[in-house]
T-cell receptor, first 111, second 114 residues
Framework: NAGVTQTPKFQVLKTGQSMTLQCAQD?????MYWYRQDPGMGLRLIYY???????DKGEVPNGYNVSRLNKREFSLRLESAAPSQTSVYFC??????????FGPGTRLLVL | GNSVTQMEGPVTLSEEAFLTINCTYT??????LFWYVQYPGEGLQLLLK?????DKGSNKGFEATYRKETTSFHLEKGSVQVSDSAVYFC?????????????FGKGTKLSVKP
């Protein structure tokens, strides 16, 4: 069991470039989440997916899109990156509404 | 709305010292409460949780008791080790909308010196 995996681990973008952050889980969990972590801000929810085929906005969705490709995979896309999106991005999954399991994170720097 | 407030860090302790990290919450109803830990360069891991009032969560020598009357969930450990150096996040389960998600405090960085 790899748990929750994320790629890439680190990425540098220029303002206006696009990229997709990948997340996959092998625990057969229904729900998946994307958070961003900024210094002094804790983690804030960007988008979540309660089940395959459904997605909902979280606290800070602007500038992002998501795709729940199948039960295993939940991707986060930045269409036109901005310096304000410099952050560490975490994907998480849960079988229900309790404990969430987190990936190792993707560090994104937007210049 | 629901929120979590935890003590600001950083907290620096000597090995074997007693640790308390305060956490209070605002929520409607009785949400489940969690402590997550993030070691340097890693993702978050669940440390402990409590699902109802007066429950005590415990793991790896850490404890926290769900106190409804004071809306608190303080994290304690009797004797910290260098390996406990990490960032600790208090969180509650938000049941608003169609799916629960976690609401986190801002995190408290703990450094333990030998």
């Amino acid at each position: 069991n790899a748990g929750v995996t994320q790629t890439p681990k680190f990425q540098v973008l220029k303002t206006g470039q696009s990229m997709t952050l990948q997340c996959a889980q092998d625990m057969n969990h229904n729900s998946m989440y994307w958070y961003r972590q900024d210094p002094g801000m804790g983690l804030r929810l960007i988008y979540y997916s309660a089940s395959e085929g459904t997605t909902d906005k979280g606290e800070v969705p602007n500038g992002y899109n998501v795709s729940r490709l199948n039960k295993r995979e939940f991707s986060l896309r930045l269409e036109s990156a901005a310096p304000s999106q410099t952050s560490v991005y975490f994907c998480a999954s849960t079988p229900g509404q309790e404990t969430q399991y987190f990936g190792p994170g993707t560090r994104l720097l937007v210049l | 709305g629901n929120s979590v407030t935890q003590m600001e860090g950083p907290v620096t302790l000597s090995e074997e010292a007693f640790l308390t990290i305060n956490c209070t919450y605002t929520a409607t109803g009785y949400p489940s409460l969690f402590w997550y830990v993030q070691y340097p360069g890693e993702g978050l891991q669940l440390l402990l949780k409590a699902t109802k009032a007066d429950d005590k969560g415990s793991n790896k020598g850490f404890e926290a008791t769900y106190r409804k009357e004071t809306t608190s969930f303080h994290l304690e450990k009797g004797s910290v080790q260098v390996s406990d150096s990490a960032v600790y996040f208090c969180a509650l389960m938000n049941y608003g909308g169609s799916q629960g998600n976690l609401i986190f405090g801002k995190g408290t960085k703990l450094s333990v010196k030998p």
